[in-house]
């Protein structure tokens, strides 16, 4: 508790562990299945593509909440900016849970139903599934948009970001939190739990079933519900608690601490969820394949990149 008595430092620190630990891990993760992909487009390395491209820009626009957080939660910056960070701070954040939601279904198909998984669930469904994503995330999060600039609710007084609301704004925003409550978290939620207790349920009836993947399967399924618990679920309780005191409880702002540590939690779905041969060799191999594989074709003809040796 006592790291949370400051806001304003205790954002910052989270915000820069968050960024240092998050970014590179969602760039490995981002080059990894990018050569996937190229290789043998699979729909859940699809959908963990978008949750990957999800988390980084959630790290990229963290340098602005650090900087908000470092002068006191006073934004300092051009208003514009403002509402452009809390809609994509947001989107990302809710994009994220249904993109997670969506690897759960596929991964259940897969288990349930493999015929049906090879002949409906194509690349090019999943990469239309994961667009409807991203539209009803965006749609949501527009109401940041709505919220600061509409003519009869925009606060021009206002010193802070999308942080302390008038009476006229908690009316329109406060029903639509608990909108997102029930929309873009509870039911993606259920959806994860139903979804990966069925995957462990199936997988432990078949003795055939190897152990690897059978705790596989549980890992993903702990992983997944970790980001939900920890990431998901106590920002959102707030939407429920303010809608029913009418007002934005102050405990949010600690919740919202929470929702940061997404980025660095979901590369552990990340290699729970991916296929066989990505979690067999590693991100840290997939990084560095296609290095070794120039250098096993120089050993062969004695060229690498434009200059050749005599082999004796």
């Not at 043998?40 to 908000?68: A, G, Q, R």
């Not at 208003?79 to 994509?88: Q, V, Y």
């Amino acid at each position: 508790f006592f790291f949370f008595r400051n806001l304003e430092y205790s954002k910052d620190f989270l915000y820069i562990i968050t960024f240092v630990i998050g970014l590179p891990a969602n760039l490995l993760a981002l080059y990894a299945f990018s050569v996937k992909i190229h290789s043998k487009p699979l729909p859940t390395d699809i959908l963990l593509l978008n949750l990957t491209v999800s988390d980084l820009v959630f790290l990229l626009i963290l340098p602005l909440k650090m900087h908000e957080a470092a002068s006191g939660m006073k934004w300092t910056l051009p208003s514009f900016l403002c509402s452009f960070t809390a809609f994509t701070f947001f989107t990302t954040i809710y994009s994220s849970s249904l993109l997670l939601m969506a690897v759960s279904v596929v991964r259940y198909i897969g288990v349930a139903y493999p015929i049906t998984y090879h002949q409906v669930l194509k690349p090019a469904y999943t990469i239309a599934a994961s667009a409807v994503i991203w539209i009803i995330s965006a749609a949501h999060c527009s109401i940041t948009f709505i919220t600061l600039h509409h003519p009869s609710l925009a606060n021009k007084n206002s010193s802070v970001c999308y942080e302390k609301f008038t009476e006229k704004q908690l009316d329109i925003l406060l029903p639509v939190r608990l909108e997102f409550f029930f929309v873009l978290c509870l039911i993606p939620l259920i959806v994860c739990v139903y979804c990966y207790v069925s995957c462990i349920w199936f997988l432990y009836t078949r003795p055939r079933i190897s152990n690897m993947k059978k705790q596989k399967a549980i890992g993903m399924a702990l992983g997944t519900l970790a980001v939900f618990l920890i990431c998901v679920v106590p920002y959102n309780l707030t939407h429920v608690v303010g809608y029913i005191q009418h007002n934005s409880p102050e405990w949010r702002y600690y919740t919202l601490l929470l929702s940061t540590c997404n980025s660095c939690f979901d590369p552990i779905i990340f290699y729970f969820s991916s296929s066989r041969n990505v979690q067999r060799r590693g991100f840290l191999r997939e990084w560095h394949s296609s290095r070794l594989t120039r250098s096993k074709a120089k050993e062969k003809t004695g060229c690498y990149e434009g200059t050749c040796r005599k082999i004796k």
